[in-house]
């Protein structure tokens, strides 16, 4: 994580602090421990504090967007030869947040049921690094979010965190295809597209959006994208009310941000971009600032009003979560 600089203040008192609520409900969090990684640890994670529990993930945001009081969904970062059982565990040890089980493919579907249960979990995390396919970029949804799990979160009442991969996300017919098979065929479980329906090309969510046309059971979350026209497709299409305002903590403070190229997206970070330009001084600010400018551009060209701003940064999720949504 990039420590917060004086740019990203100056960005959020002149773009951000008119826009954003007092109050936030953060659809997307990751909260971890170092030590639960058992294979290679991941290099953003690494960067970061060893505890990254509610204390870091609160102090962060004090950064980020001073003042503002948060609530969340959080989950494990979920990574190839993570230990799941001591990752879980610490999720569900956290105060002020409702915990996501991270699941993999393999899960027998009762152990998944008792430990939600045992826990308390309100939902499912699952991730393409735990399907067998390779590369895992090319999972089906199926493939690391089998029907049998489904079924569990079905019965259970449960949400469903959900990333899309294949290289078209939400443009891929077969990610369309399976979205509302699975949608209709197990309709109390509850769906979350995270990073606008993976629209970190927006134009693979503006061309794939009209397939979910209908679906009760389906939202998104804006975390980590940092263009504005997919926020603007779901709400055209799904409705101000599947819109969820996530940060994607930690990943909120890597400095830099994501943007279509092609058919495709790329990632622009001070690792790989030389932030370099002749007519002034380039000075990148957070992933997580320069989403929420994204969001409030969104917001201007759909002319939402406050009420509907204020929806999709708390009374969404906390509607879906059963708290108090005024
Ligand atoms: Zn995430």
Redesign the pocket.
Known sequence: MSPVRDEDREFFARELNAFVPPRVFDA???LYRVADFRGAVPTLAAAGPPVAGWAAYEAAMEELTPGRQYRALA?P??AAGVDLAAANAFVASQPLCHGQMLVTPEMDPEFVRESVRRHGFVGLKCYHVFSRREPTWDSTIEEYMPDRLVRVAHEEGLTI?L?LVKERALADPVNQESLRRLARRYPDARWIL??AARGFNVHHTIAGIESLRGLSNVWCDT??VTECGAFEAIVRTLGVERLLY?S?FP?SHIRGRCVAIGDSFLWLTEENTQFNAAHAPLRPVLVGLESLRALKQACWNLDLPDSAVERIFHGNAAQLFGEDAA
Do not use: E, Q, R, Y
């Open positions: 997307h969090i990751h989950f970062f979920p965190t990333h995270a990073h975390s980590a996530g994607d990943v």
